[in-house]
C-alpha cells in the first residue's frame, strides 16, 4: 500500500489557470508538508500542517493556498499560475512524536506552465 | 539556507563501500544528523540518523566524529541501485522540523 500519495502525478496548464493538488497518507502521522524542487533541483519547504492546523509557512506567494481538511490529508491550491511556478511539488508526512520522526515523502506532482 | 557541506558528486564502483562525507561544523547540542537520499525523479527517502553515537541499519551506517562536526555515510556494498543524490541535513529530533536540504552529493555507482 501506497504511504504517501499525491495526485496527479503530472499537471501541464497554461498561465493564469487555477489548480489544485492532492496529498493523501495513510500512516496515521500527525503532520505532513509541501515541498518544491525547481529546475536546479533544489527542495525547499512551503508549508507544514500538524494535526490540521499550518505550523511552518515559509516566504511563499499567497497565490499558493494549503488547505488540511484532516490530519491525512493535505492539499495545495495554486491561483493564477505563472511560469515560474513549473516545478516538481512533494508531499511528506511524519509523526512528530516518533522515536525517528523521519518524513515519508510521496513520488512527486511534475506541474508544467506554458 | 543548509548547515552542511557536501562535495558536488562522487563514483564508487559497483561492490565496493561507498563513503559519503559531510561538514556540520555549526551543528548544535540537540540537533541530529539525518541522511536521505532522492533517486532520479522520486520522493527522497529517510536513510539513518544519529546523534553522538555511530548508527548502522539495513541500508547503511553512519560515522560522527567526536566533535560532531562532521559525519561519513557509508553503504557498505554499493549496488547500481544506489546512484542517487544523497543529503546530509542536521535537525532536532522532536517536532515538525523541516527539512533544510543542500545540494547533496550525486553518487553515481559504476559497474
Known amino acids: 500500500d501506497t504511504a504517501v500519495s499525491q495526485t496527479p502525478k503530472y499537471l501541464v496548464t497554461q498561465m493564469g489557470n487555477d489548480k489544485s493538488i492532492k496529498c493523501e497518507q495513510n500512516l496515521g502521522h500527525d503532520t505532513m508538508y509541501w515541498y518544491k524542487q525547481d529546475s536546479k533541483k533544489f527542495l525547499k519547504i512551503m508549508f507544514s500542517?500538524?494535526?490540521?492546523?499550518?505550523?511552518i509557512n515559509e516566504t511563499v506567494p499567497n497565490r499558493f493556498s494549503p488547505k488540511s481538511p484532516d490530519k491525512a490529508h493535505l492539499n495545495l491550491h495554486i491561483n493564477s499560475l505563472e511560469l515560474g511556478d513549473s516545478a516538481v511539488y512533494f508531499c511528506?508526512?511524519?509523526?512528530?512524536?516518533?522515536?525517528?520522526?523521519?518524513?515519508?515523502f510521496g513520488p512527486g506532482t511534475r506541474l508544467t506552465v506554458l | 539556507d543548509a548547515k552542511t557541506t557536501q562535495p558536488p558528486s562522487m563514483d564508487c564502483a559497483e561492490g565496493r563501500a561507498a563513503n559519503l562525507p559531510c561538514n556540520h561544523s555549526t551543528i548544535s547540542g540537540n540537533e541530529y544528523v539525518y541522511w536521505y537520499r532522492q533517486i532520479h525523479s522520486q520522493g527522497p527517502q529517510y536513510i539513518i540518523h544519529?546523534?553522538?553515537n555511530n548508527e548502522t541499519n539495513e541500508m547503511a551506517s553512519l560515522i560522527i566524529t567526536e566533535d560532531r562536526k562532521s559525519s561519513t555515510l557509508i553503504l557498505p556494498h554499493a549496488t547500481l541501485r544506489d546512484t542517487a543524490v544523497y543529503y546530509c541535513?542536521?535537525?532536532?529530533?522532536?517536532?515538525?522540523?523541516?527539512?533544510?536540504f543542500g545540494q547533496g552529493t550525486r553518487l553515481t555507482i559504476n559497474p
Open positions: 500542517y500538524n494535526n490540521k492546523e499550518l505550523i
Open positions: 541535513i542536521v535537525r532536532v529530533l522532536q517536532g515538525a522540523q523541516k527539512l533544510v
Open positions: 544519529g546523534l553522538k
Open positions: 511528506a508526512s511524519s509523526q512528530t512524536s516518533g522515536r525517528v520522526n523521519e518524513q515519508f
